[in-house]
């Protein structure tokens, strides 16, 4: 499906649709828990349902209804077949730790993309703690030989992947004995690692936790059911708080300002660059002003690159974006997805190590070729809001990964769009 967007303003109040980090955490802990748990207010989208598919395939009865989804845990089978997780990273790393529980061999799989996503630094890990698994020179597919993991002492990188961590963590609980992860780099991505533990303690489990997130300890415990809310996702409110800061008005509602969730940094963000930004209890707003350029470390927060390159491409000035270094192994390489779109639209734009410069100007439409990047489409199509222009976003429907009602959701703020 082809977009095309055209210059315009947005006014009025959207909902942020529901978490995909934290709906992914409870389907997997809910499997866990020997039970019935429910999930109120889930996220649907590809890569929720590509774990709500795999769960199933592990033997976990999952009921869907309209706005809950109620799950019958502790009881995983080996599957009758390999496991898809379509184009979903977190489905296939928290996946293959989840599959070490289940007696016998699961090998997951995924889509061309998902081939490309590096996978060792998990396959090592696990096999620290007793786990008989193997990977394809470092990347899926994965092949796990489950029964009930040894656990004891892990180390492993932290700055590669926080999935591989929160992966590890997981399982923790359910194995022989105590086990304790040490990082022999720094974390990146923190917030995510914090949402795992804070999931796992509405499951009844408690993790240990060095203050820098360097040192985890996990005794053994069991998952209990829980009755799970899952909060806003501020990562999708990003896109449309930007929206608004460029090119009108907008409030979004559904968001917990106090969440774990490391893209609530786009707040402070849109401040720093002089936006015009409010947050109050349970929603946030934004609307036009005039930026100037700025700075901004993405380390702890990669899914707002591609919406704060789009932000300093608008500003005055120079933005320097830093810590992008791991975001070569997203859904598309970003760093070069956003470069070329940014190029494409006449916007002037560099990359120096792990840091990218973006000079402010007056972009103007184009094609975009999003790489079957949800983030991507979704960034370039706030962009061409203020373009000189049409602009024309190819494979517009990658946004079900995380956002399925994303274009709906932008037309009826005022997002002027037609089918090319």
């Known amino acids: 499906m082809e977009l095309v967007i055209s210059r315009g303003m947005v006014d009025g109040r959207a909902k942020a649709p529901s978490s995909k980090s934290y709906t992914h955490r409870a389907l997997f802990l809910s499997a866990m828990a020997d039970g019935r748990s429910n999930i109120i207010s889930p996220l649907s989208s590809e890569d929720t349902e590509a774990t709500r598919g795999i769960l199933e395939e592990l033997g976990v009865p999952i009921w869907r209804g309209r706005d809950r989804w109620e799950v019958d845990g502790g009881h995983l089978h080996p599957p009758g077949s390999e496991l898809n997780c379509r184009g979903s990273a977190t489905t296939l790393r928290l996946g293959s730790a989840v599959c070490s529980l289940a007696d016998g061999e699961s090998r997951l799989t995924g889509s061309p993309s998902l081939l490309r996503r590096p996978v060792g630094p998990l396959v090592e890990g696990l096999r620290q703690m007793g786990v008989e698994c193997s990977d394809t020179w470092g990347f899926p597919p994965v092949v796990i030989k489950g029964g009930r993991p040894r656990g004891g002492m892990v180390r492993m990188r932290g700055d590669i992947s926080s999935q591989y961590i929160s992966a590890l963590l997981l399982i923790a609980p359910l194995t022989q ?38 040192f985890f300890e996990v005794e053994g415990q069991d998952y209990r059911p829980a009755d799970f809310t899952v909060e806003g996702d501020w990562s999708s409110a990003a896109y449309l708080l930007a929206a608004g800061a460029i090119a009108g008005r907008v409030r979004v509602e559904n968001l917990a300002p106090k969440s774990l969730q490391a893209d609530t940094a786009i707040v402070g963000f849109l401040r720093e660059m002089g936006a015009s930004v409010r947050a109050h209890e349970g929603e946030a707003e934004a609307e036009a002003s005039s930026l100037e350029g700025f700075e901004a470390d993405v380390s702890d927060c990669p899914d707002l690159f591609p919406i704060l390159v789009v932000l300093g491409a608008v500003a005055r000035g120079r933005s320097l974006i830093r810590g992008v270094r791991r975001l070569e192994y997203k859904e598309s390489n970003r760093v070069e997805a956003m470069l070329d779109g940014l190029k494409t639209m006449g916007i002037e734009a560099h990359r120096r190590g792990d840091e990218v410069l973006v000079v402010g100007g007056k972009p103007m439409g184009g094609v975009i070729d999003p790489k079957g990047d949800h983030r991507i489409a979704m960034a370039f199509s706030i962009l061409g809001l203020v373009a000189e222009g049409e602009t024309i976003i190819l494979d517009a429907e990658c946004v079900s990964k995380s956002y399925p009602l994303y274009w709906e959701e932008m037309e009826s703020l005022g997002m002027p769009i037609r089918r090319a």
């Open 177 to 214: 004995r105590t086990t304790r992860l040490i990082l022999t780099t720094p974390l990146e991505s923190k917030p995510y690692a914090s949402m795992t533990m804070e999931a796992q303690r509405r499951f009844g489990v408690q993790v240990k936790a060095s203050g820098d997130m360097r």
